[in-house]
């Protein structure tokens, strides 16, 4: 289940800032009957993400996303670890055929 939850206000001089998380939970349960009565056990999966913090104001309210970099990053490198050897193997073949 995916849920999208404000956080605790924090007041700073005359704004408040809230913070904004993306909360994503996964519960298995499993029970088994069996000669010696009824046995069950389960595992959990919680996985919080800051997505933005809103600011509010006599102004008015303001949302300030939270972007990950790591995250761009990693799938900037991913992309280029799989486009760079395709792109070698083609320009081998390309080669090899002259």
């Known amino acids: 289940m995916i849920k999208i939850v404000e956080g605790k206000p924090v007041r700073v001089a005359e704004r408040e800032l809230v913070p ?8 298995q349960r499993r029970a088994f009957v069996g000669s010696s009565g009824v046995v069950g056990e389960g595992t959990g999966f919680v996985h919080l993400r800051p997505i933005a913090v809103l600011e509010r104001s006599g102004e008015g ?3 300030i996303p939270i972007y990950d970099r790591t995250a761009q990053l990693l799938g900037g490198l991913l992309l280029a670890a799989l486009v760079v050897p395709a792109l070698m193997i083609i320009a081998e073949r390309i080669v090899r055929k002259r």
């Open 20 to 27: 904004v998380v993306r909360v994503e939970t996964d519960v």
């Open 61 to 63: 309210e303001r949302r």
